[in-house]
């Protein structure tokens, strides 16, 4: 196997990647006027560029039923405390509209049974909207989070799992009638969120450890894998966990972690 470098991007313009219908895409900002994102086919050349909110991160996907048509939404956080996060929209024809000033910091978004799901971390709640080809159907409906600084989910079985980083906890929305019905303890400042089919697995980006939660039982195991554990992957029967922390200079260090799996 042999590597090859696809785009030719500043690093530190580049906030989020993800391979959407066998194309890469990449989320660009400087967090103030530049705000992009990119399209790279699977030869490594341009296709799309496409002008978004204030620091795009988070793709999310839905495709019609009834025919080809497609959206791709894009997450802008925004500026943290400005409350200018938004949501872009780009049609399989490349056509962008917006939703603006959804809330402070959009934080993550998933799209689940014809439904767009983002939380948005800084003003402490989730806002849910039906999708349909003319695009979101407007307010949508809001779930207060109780201050508790919502980050990432997974949706299991029409409950959505999110992590909080003040509560430091999984909590559990029902998505028929729209209440939190429960809250799993974690370790510190819950991060990144995945499920393996029976287990929830929790990166604790404030310690050092993983949380391994039975989606039935609620039951919680700890595991340690080293410092600042922050995003996960499940891969041929393994979790990847890539991990960045500090010292107490505040300089930047990396790690990755895994584990395999029974």
């Known amino acids: 196997n042999s590597l090859k470098r696809i785009g030719n991007f500043q690093q530190s313009f580049v906030y989020h990647i993800e391979i959407i219908n066998n194309q890469v895409w990449f989320a660009l900002t400087d967090h103030q006027s530049m705000n992009q994102v990119k399209v790279i086919d699977e030869n490594g050349n341009l296709g799309a560029t496409y002008e978004v909110g204030i620091s795009p991160g988070d793709f999310a996907v839905w495709e019609s039923n009834t025919s080809n048509f497609s959206w791709v939404f894009v997450a802008n956080e ?157 891969h041929n029967g393994s979790i990847f966990i890539s991990r960045r922390y500090y010292d107490s200079l505040w300089n930047e260090f990396y790690g990755t972690s895994k584990i395999i799996l029974d």
């Open 78 to 234: 925004g500026n943290f405390g400005a409350s200018n996060g938004s949501i872009s929209m780009i049609d399989n024809l490349g056509n962008v509209t917006s939703i603006e000033e959804i809330g402070d910091v959009v934080q993550s978004i998933t799209v689940y049974d014809n439904k767009l799901i983002a939380i948005v971390n800084n003003s402490h709640k989730i806002k849910l909207y039906d999708i349909s080809e003319d695009g979101l159907s407007l307010p949508g409906i809001e779930i207060s989070t109780e201050y508790s600084s919502p980050r990432e989910m997974v949706v299991v079985n029409d409950k959505l799992y999110f992590t909080n980083w003040e509560t430091s906890d999984v909590k559990v929305l029902n998505l028929f009638n729209y209440k939190i019905e429960s809250s799993i303890q974690t370790g510190a400042m819950p991060e990144g969120i995945i499920v393996d089919g029976s287990n929830l697995w929790i990166a604790n980006s404030g310690s050092t450890t993983l949380s391994k939660i039975d989606i039935n039982s609620h039951s919680v195991e700890t595991i340690e894998v080293g410092d600042g554990p922050q995003s996960l992957l499940k």
